[in-house]
């Protein structure tokens, strides 16, 4: 086991670990519980760390968090070729009527 990555907001390591998740990368949340009570157990064990299972996935993960995470392609708005209305371009799918750009 290794510690991949750590952020003091638990939504964003979530977010981390599902990315790892959808590559078929095992992690687990360390430090999840403990912010609450974060002044009796000292600074150094109130962030929240994720963790790899398996060693071998390191260098993967690590590509997957500086791609993903830290430095994400920025992409051009795109406009819904159903209702015409503009998206951003981090989504997917149409904000408005969840059609799929063709």
């Known amino acids: ?3 991949i990555y750590t952020h003091e907001n638990i ?3 979530h977010s981390v670990r599902n990315i790892l998740a959808m590559n078929d990368i095992e992690s687990f949340v360390k430090n999840e ?3 609450p009570a974060g002044a009796r157990h000292g600074i150094n064990n109130i962030f ?3 963790w ?3 060693d071998q996935d390191y260098d993967k993960a690590a590509a997957l ?3 993903e995470i830290e430095n994400p392609i920025v992409r ?3 406009v819904c070729g159903d ?3 503009e998206n951003e371009g981090s989504f997917d799918v149409c904000w408005k009527c969840q059609s799929v750009p063709a």
């Open 76 to 78: 051009d708005p795109w």
């Open 65 to 67: 968090i500086d791609t």
């Open 1 to 3: 086991m290794k510690q």
């Open 33 to 35: 519980h403990t912010i």
């Open 52 to 54: 790899i299972l398996n």
């Open 48 to 50: 929240h760390e994720l």
């Open 11 to 13: 939504v964003i390591l």
């Open 83 to 85: 209702c015409n209305e």
